[in-house]
């Protein structure tokens, strides 16, 4: 054991020794790359909004404050009767140029430089590909069984009014709103097909919502938004190849690859999968959530690499996994949970940056043609339905209710428009128009359809129909947090 007398000593050798081989090479190496720092601009790499610790730093509170937002702005939403995409969509509008740049400029270019938004895109992008597959996985396909006259013509008039409606409107728009490059036919077709887009999830949470999810409204809405949305990926697929080939025979050839790859789908990996997610250890640990991941992100690759676009990959993938496997139940809480949480608020926030509401300003033009397309949308979607709902013996009140349910828009919207927009067919003033749009038609269906229930005095229009004409929609009672879906 040392004395007393010789642990000063000892202390002070510690602290030398440590001195010589600690301290002072450390502040020798930063001297020395102090020294050698100096370059054009005297900036290092580091300096970038977008990389290193600042730049993490301001990704970070970037996607802190968007998620606490959107979460925050939903809950609000709910709280006055509609559903949260609608808060979520006004929070990110909020969060763009149109509110918070014209506010607070400094601090949105703090938080949104363009380096951070870069990697802002991607994650949205990556959700909008994670939403359209769970879309996928919600379309069951054996409701149009035995739909009836009601559904197959409001479908059809749902999905064939607002498309011609929207190409006859695209016309005279065209002058205006084209980008330069972009031909009448593909301009004119997306003005169409945004005009015909239902959103089938929201729909479903609202008739869940007002007690309806079980009654014939319910299986015609639902049916026809079904047919409704398949027709549009379709049709906007075709949008796609003839802006990416820009000739027929390479919009044929794109189109025949594809119906190859939904074949590929269809005959080979969906058996393939039916015999896997089957497996006793599938339903172990994340192995499902794994495989599903990888083959959503391979799927998406495919379509990308023909020339399509990622999201109808992952949209025919959504389609192709077998629906009575008991792991699909899992994979879309533990997915589902991923993309509404994190990734589709951060797409709320990059539609809300591309959302330009100040970029109309007071031009009495500009505003008379958002009032153009709203009345075109709303005719199109909401008279169509509905005439066509009361052409076939239903009342005012079932039809009325029937065509707003088709009128809502929701999330499916937007995925359609950034579509649009990142494809260079819609200008930053009609990419405006159309969001507000899609958010004044989602807002407006909840209330009204609830409202209206409420009024009915007469509920043999509504007599229940058997679970199995439902699609398996997120938004139900049994699931552990129904806010993780609600879009």
């Known amino acids: 054991m040392e004395s007393k007398t010789s642990f000063l000593p000892r202390r002070w050798r510690i602290g030398a020794v440590y001195s010589m081989l600690v301290v002072f090479p450390s502040i020798l190496a930063v001297v020395i790359l102090g020294g050698g720092s100096g370059g054009a601009g005297g900036e290092s790499p580091g300096a970038d909004a977008g990389s290193g610790p600042a730049g993490i730093t301001r990704l970070l509170v970037a996607i802190a404050l968007i998620v606490g937002v959107c979460k925050i702005a939903g809950k609000l939403a709910q709280r006055i009767g509609q559903p949260a995409v609608v808060g979520e969509i006004t929070a990110g509008i909020l969060l763009g140029p149109s509110v918070l740049g014209l506010a607070f400029p400094a601090a949105s270019a703090w938080l949104f430089p363009d380096a951070v938004l870069g990697k802002l895109n991607v994650l949205a992008q990556l959700g909008a590909v994670l939403f359209v597959f769970l879309a996928g996985t919600e379309l069951n396909i054996r409701m149009l069984r035995g739909s009836g006259p009601l559904a197959v013509m409001v479908s059809h008039v749902g999905i064939a009014l607002p498309l011609f409606s929207g190409i006859l409107l695209a016309v005279t728009a065209y002058p205006v709103f084209a980008p330069p490059g972009v031909s009448f036919a593909p301009f004119a077709l997306f003005v169409g097909v945004a ?190 339905s509905m005439l066509a709902a009361r052409s076939v013996g239903e009342s005012w009140d079932q039809a009325t209710r029937i065509g707003l349910l088709m009128n809502c828009r929701g999330l499916t919207e937007l995925v359609v428009l950034n579509v649009g927009l990142s494809l260079g067919v819609l200008t930053g003033e009609l990419f405006a128009i159309m969001v507000v749009i899609a958010l004044l038609s989602t807002a407006m269906a909840a209330p009204a359809v609830r409202f209206r229930s409420r009024g009915k005095t007469d509920g043999s229009a509504d007599a229940a129909v058997p679970e199995q004409g439902l699609p398996d929609a997120p938004h139900t009672e049994a699931r552990p947090d129904p806010d993780l879906v609600r879009v």
């Open 195 to 384: 005009m015909s887009i239902s959103a089938l999830p929201v729909m479903a949470r609202m008739l869940s919502d007002a007690g309806l999810q079980n009654t014939k409204i319910a299986g015609v809405a639902l049916s026809s938004a079904l047919v409704d949305d398949i027709t549009a990926w379709c049709l906007l697929a075709v949008v796609v190849t003839m802006l990416g080939t820009g000739s027929l025979s390479g919009v044929l050839l794109t189109l025949v690859l594809a119906v190859g790859f939904v074949a590929v789908l269809m005959l080979v990996v969906r058996p393939v999968l039916q015999r896997v997610l089957h497996q006793p250890w599938m339903r172990k640990g994340t192995s499902a959530a794994t495989l599903t991941l990888v083959l959503v992100f391979l799927s998406a690759m495919a379509t990308d690499s023909l020339g399509i676009h990622a999201i109808f990959g992952a949209f025919l993938f959504g389609l192709t996994i077998p629906r009575d496997s008991p792991v699909v139940e899992e994979l879309r809480s533990v997915i589902g949970g991923l993309t509404t949480v994190l990734l589709l608020p951060i797409f709320f926030a990059i539609t809300g940056v591309n959302t330009k509401l100040h970029a109309l300003g007071l031009s009495f033009e500009m505003w008379g043609w958002f009032l153009a397309f709203l009345v075109v949308a709303f005719a199109g979607k909401l008279g169509g």
